[in-house]
Nanobody
């Protein structure tokens, strides 16, 4: 079955960096685009970044452009989200997503940006 397992979240000060990882299994990872979403308490879920199956094409929410970088290693079935210059408003639960006839989600990893 499809599984997505995120890691790498935590507490970081404003201006700091974190790298999230999402390890996928149960499907042909290299054939599918991958996405990172986030949701803060009381707010709607937001698409943060998307990467094509080959990794050549990426897209970002305006709120993270220039600060976040999505990448993937198809040999490791892993998608990453490098987050730099973090702001308090980046605080949220981050989840990776794959759409394979249905939406599949990881369990999420919490990112808290606070001094």
């Amino acid at each position: 079955q499809v599984q997505l397992v995120e890691s790498g979240g935590g507490l970081v000060q404003p201006g700091g960096s974190l790298r999230l990882s999402c390890v996928a299994s149960g499907f042909t990872f290299s054939s599918y685009p991958m996405r990172w979403y986030r949701q803060a308490p009381g707010k709607e879920r937001e698409l943060v970044a998307r990467i094509s199956s080959t990794g050549i094409s990426t897209n970002y929410a305006d709120s993270v452009k220039g600060r976040f970088t999505i990448s993937r290693d198809n040999a490791k079935n892993t998608v990453y989200l490098q987050m730099n210059s973090l702001k308090p408003e980046d605080t949220a639960e981050y989840r990776c997503n794959a759409y394979i006839r249905f939406d599949y989600w990881g369990q999420g990893t919490q990112v808290t940006v606070s001094s």
